[in-house]
């Protein structure tokens, strides 16, 4: 888009008849994501219908909000690029442990709150570690996220985990479906239409999913109008030492995959990412994390399935991502529009997860192609760090043995492949600074976009 003065593809805004669809293909991309955690927790609390139904809502109100602080950004917050946020897997561990162990949701809900102020604290620090992050590095963990989504992807896709039907024939004939309409799309037309190509796969595969009577409209007959989310629903948060100090290793985590996932979009956008605009992502999620706590909800990170998303349309613009953080909280106010999405069966979330989840890792092979490998020890760390990533994924008990306090770390492939990257990389080569890393990663980001 050019006009006197050129406005860069984030920074675009589209009318509102590309806008919203787009808004609303990012927001069914990562809705199966978003409510998973509230119903693993709330099951593991052994919560009623009402008390269940509610933490889904506070968590879409939630998501939305700090959706739209990521992308349009105030005083030191935001990234200002098309990030969704969600409540990060790396705190459902945790979380379980202490239902199990006797501990209340205050307990919790003081525990994430503490850790939020924490992130807020370090991300400077963290926003440092760009020096860190070369090509090497951020091509490998790359990879590595979009392997893992494709583990989420391929359950998506035979039905749901633990699914009665997983891989039945009507399950993977609709994801067969849902993609042969992706890819033809994608073949056969050009601009909005393709761009909106997952969203139409989608919609495509819902349709079978009706007719082949996959759908239960009941949930969505049950479901209220109007719901308002308060915060300290469930009373005044409780803080504990020992589930404080737990939670602030999730936030290390969670802050740690955001970097590499941050500087992957940065690499998609065409935007690289300097030192000041990471420290304001990184912040955010703390922010974001803060206020998860004080609306009952749960720690909150970037959504990387929404990067393949973008990485696919082509459509870079934070303000239609800011458009879904708005759908987002219309969501959480009314239970029965989030029903309706919620409807929609996991075959067929699968065949777009299988497309898109794919793309993530294609990037990151992309940027892998600007790594010099006649350099033996720069194989040797992509191959070590990307056997360490896939270890939770092919062998879930492998560190079971293992103190307990170290699951935040080790039961995420994406932390196991950035650490082994990062410290293979500080072994063979030497690190560069702040400076040079950004100089390499904005020629990088030149070299995408004029490909």
């Not at 802050?255 to 300097?274: K, Q, Y």
């Not at 990485?311 to 991502?321: E, L």
């Not at 999405?341 to 794919?358: E, K, N, R, W």
């Amino acid at each position: 888009m050019s006009n006197a003065t050129e406005v860069h593809a984030v920074d675009e805004v589209l009318p509102w008849s590309r806008m919203i669809p787009v808004s609303l293909q990012h927001v069914l991309v990562m809705y199966a994501g978003a409510i998973a955690v509230p119903l693993i927790v709330g099951s593991a609390f052994k919560l009623p219908p009402t008390q269940l139904a509610f933490l889904v809502n506070a968590d879409l109100f939630s998501c939305g909000v700090v959706t739209l602080i990521q992308c349009i950004g105030f005083w030191k917050f935001g990234i200002r690029l098309p990030v969704i946020m969600g409540v990060t897997f790396a705190a459902v561990g945790p979380m379980v442990a202490m239902a199990n162990a006797g501990q209340g949701l205050l307990t919790i809900y003081g525990a994430v709150i503490s850790s939020g102020v924490f992130g807020i604290l370090i991300a400077p620090v963290f926003g440092r570690l760009i020096r860190f992050f070369p090509p090497l590095v951020t091509g490998t963990v790359i990879t590595v996220i979009g392997v893992s989504l494709l583990e989420v992807g391929v359950n998506w896709a035979g039905g749901g985990f633990g699914a009665k039907d997983f891989g039945a024939p009507q399950n993977l004939m609709i994801v067969a479906i849902v993609l042969a309409a992706i890819l033809l799309i994608n073949k056969l037309t050009t601009g909005f239409l393709a761009n909106i190509a997952v969203l139409s796969g989608l919609v495509i595969g819902y349709v079978v999913a009706v007719l082949l009577g996959l759908v239960s409209f009941a949930d969505i007959d049950k479901a209220q109008w109007f719901g308002l989310v308060l915060p300290f629903r469930f009373g005044l948060p409780q803080f504990e030492i020992g589930s404080i100090v737990s939670f602030c290793l999730v936030m290390i985590v969670t802050l740690t995959e955001s970097t590499g996932m941050f500087l992957a979009l940065g690499e998609v956008c065409n935007r690289p990412i300097d030192h000041v605009s990471l420290v304001r992502g990184l912040r955010t999620d703390g922010l974001g994390t803060v206020i998860g706590g004080l609306f009952n909800t749960f720690p909150y990170t970037s959504f990387s399935q929404n990067v393949g998303l973008v990485g696919m349309t082509g459509i870079r613009s934070r303000w239609a991502v800011a458009g879904s953080g708005v759908i987002l909280i219309v969501f959480g106010l009314f239970p029965k529009m989030g029903a309706i999405v919620a409807s929609i069966p996991q075959a067929v979330l699968g065949g777009a997860g299988l497309c898109m989840f794919g793309m993530v890792a294609a990037t990151g092979i992309k940027i892998l192609q600007r790594v010099d490998f006649e350099h033996r020890a720069n194989l040797l760390t992509v191959a070590v760090s990307l056997g360490m990533g896939v270890i939770p994924m092919v062998a879930p008990t492998f560190f079971h043995a293992l103190p307990r306090w170290t699951a935040s770390f080790t039961h995420s492939g994406i932390t196991l492949a950035a650490l082994t990257a990062v410290l293979l990389n500080a072994l063979f080569n030497h690190v560069g600074s702040t400076a040079e890393v950004e100089h390499e990663l904005a020629k990088s980001a030149h070299d995408a976009g004029s490909e």
